[in-house]
C-alpha cells in the first residue's frame, strides 16, 4: 500500500533558522492549498512599506472608512508580486475566494477590497502582494531537508500576533523555541 503525503493545507510552514533563501528567512507562511500538483501559501509576517490606503488609491477605490487606511501590506511571496491577495475570516461570499478551512478564507477579487473600503469587508484581514508557491514534489522535498517545521494553522497568530512575533509565535505551537535552534545540524 503506498502512503499517501500529509496535505497541509490551513497550516503554517516555519522558516528553520538555516533558511538560505532570502525570500523565505525567518518567514511564516501560511498554506492556503496543498495537494500532489504543489502547494500555494502566503507569507504572514513580513509586512512591505505600502499600506493599504496605497493599494486603494492604486486600483481607484475611493475610501469611505479611514481606518483601513494605515493596514499593512504584506509580502506574500515571490510569484505574481503585482498580484493581490486578501487573507480573512471566514464566512464571506466574494467573486473570488478560496475557503481553506471552516474560519480562513483567501479572496483575490476586486470586490473584497471595496467591502473593506466601505467599512463592510471582513472584520479580520490581511492583505498581501503576491504569493509563495511549489511546484509538484517540491515542498515534499523541502521538507524532509528540513528547510520547514509544519504546524496547524492558529487564525489568532494571522491576525492578532504582531507581525515580528510571528515566527517564533508559529513555531511554539509545536512546543519549540526557534531562537534555540541552530542553522547547522550538529555532527557530536
Not at 493545507?9 to 532570502?22: E, Q, S
Not at 478560496?98 to 471582513?122: F, H, K, M, N, W
Not at 509544519?150 to 500576533?161: R, V
Request: glycine share 10%; aromatic share 6%; proline share 6%.
Amino acid at each position: 500500500m503506498i502512503q499517501q503525503p500529509e496535505i497541509l493545507t490551513n497550516h503554517f510552514l516555519i522558516a528553520m533558522p538555516g533558511m538560505a533563501d532570502p525570500f523565505f528567512a525567518k518567514t511564516v507562511t501560511y498554506l492556503c492549498q496543498h495537494g500532489p500538483e504543489g502547494a500555494l501559501g502566503i507569507i504572514v509576517n513580513r509586512p512591505s512599506d505600502l499600506t493599504l490606503k496605497d493599494i486603494m488609491q492604486q486600483m481607484n477605490i475611493e475610501i469611505q472608512d479611514a481606518k483601513c487606511c494605515d493596514l499593512p501590506i504584506y509580502f506574500g511571496g515571490p510569484v505574481q508580486p503585482e498580484r493581490g491577495f486578501v487573507l480573512h475570516e471566514a464566512p464571506g461570499e466574494w467573486d473570488s475566494t478560496l475557503r481553506v478551512s471552516d474560519s480562513i478564507s483567501l479572496t483575490t477579487s476586486r470586490d473584497i477590497l471595496e467591502a473593506i473600503s466601505q467599512g463592510q469587508g471582513p472584520e479580520k484581514v490581511l492583505v498581501a502582494l503576491g504569493y509563495a508557491g511549489w511546484g509538484e514534489g517540491q515542498l515534499e522535498r523541502e521538507m524532509v531537508e528540513n528547510a520547514w517545521l509544519n504546524a496547524p494553522a492558529d487564525k489568532s497568530i494571522i491576525f492578532e500576533q504582531p507581525s515580528a512575533h510571528r515566527w517564533k509565535a508559529a513555531a511554539e505551537l509545536m512546543g519549540v523555541d526557534i531562537s534555540l535552534l541552530t542553522a547547522q545540524a550538529g555532527h557530536g
